[in-house]
Structure formats: structure tokens, C-alpha cells
């Protein structure tokens, strides 16, 4: 059983009702994690959540066989694997710890029960979950942008006008 008070420090729970937080927390496990341990890979069918207590943690791509991208990095308060809560969805990126990490692992099918026994609860993890992805999805599509802007020729390949 995770402690509580672990559990708090992930942003997503910060005001979450105790109930639901127990029931979590009874269904997780606090983990440790080496520097350069990788939690899951591109493309891989994820079955965990993933919840950085302590740590940082990389979300990579693949851009060639011999070059990865830095998508983002995972810092204390972070949720991530949550693409596992939808059926037959491979994982976007590669996760990798750059520090120790301490982090709540939690079966993504346990979650998934007990959000649908905290429906109100639910809807607020889901609300934000979107949020994240509205947030990652804007960070992105700054990113590609300002690529263009100092890399005109790729407009180009984009056929952007």
C-alpha cells in the first residue's frame, strides 16, 4: 500500500476525496528506479500508470533507427502511462528515468475499476487527463512551428503555404 500523502503529491489527486485515494492507494506500489531504467517502450501495449513521486523522467520517440527526440520531461507530481486506461492503445513514446525515481505503479485495469465505482471522481481524472493532452498537443505544435520558421525548406515537405 502506497502512503497518502504520496499519493497527494501527484498533481492530478491534489484535492481528490480520501475514499478514492485509499482505494488507489491500496492498489498501487511505491517503486524505485534506476537512472536509465526504461518503464516502457514505443509501440509497446502498457499495462501500468505511472505516477513520479520523486525523480525525472524522459518521454522519448524514435526519429530514426539511431536518433530519439525528447518529447518531454516527467517531473515529481506527473502522471504518465495513461494511454494503458484505453483498450488496444500502444504507447505514444518511450519512457526512460534519468534519476533515481520513485514512482506509484498502478494496473491500469484496476484504475479503470475504480474510477467507474467514483463516477464524479472519474470524470475529474478524465477532465484533466484531457487537459494534459490539450497541453502536450499545444507544447508540440509550438515546437513544430518554430521548427518551420528556422527550417524553411521543410514547408515544403508540409506543403505549407
Do not use: W
Request: charged fraction near 25%.
Amino acid at each position: 500500500m502506497v502512503p497518502l500523502k504520496d499519493l497527494r503529491r501527484i498533481n492530478i489527486f491534489k484535492d481528490a476525496p480520501d475514499e478514492v485515494l485509499e482505494k488507489i492507494a491500496a492498489s498501487s506500489t511505491l517503486k524505485i528506479y534506476s537512472p536509465d531504467d526504461v518503464l516502457f517502450k514505443e509501440g509497446e501495449m502498457v499495462k501500468d500508470i505511472f505516477m513520479l513521486v520523486h525523480g525525472k523522467v524522459l518521454l522519448e520517440v524514435a526519429v530514426s533507427p539511431t536518433v530519439s527526440l525528447a518529447l518531454d520531461a516527467m517531473k515529481a507530481g506527473y502522471i504518465f502511462g495513461v494511454t494503458s486506461l484505453l483498450p488496444e492503445v500502444p504507447a505514444p513514446a518511450t519512457a526512460i528515468c534519468v534519476d533515481v525515481c520513485e514512482i506509484i505503479v498502478i494496473e491500469a485495469n484496476e484504475m479503470r475499476r475504480i474510477l467507474e465505482s467514483f463516477k464524479d471522481f472519474a470524470y475529474i481524472f478524465m477532465t484533466r487527463v484531457a487537459n494534459i493532452f490539450r497541453l502536450h498537443l499545444e507544447a508540440r505544435t509550438k515546437q513544430f512551428l518554430k521548427i518551420i520558421q528556422f527550417h524553411p525548406e521543410l514547408k515544403e515537405l508540409f506543403e505549407i503555404k
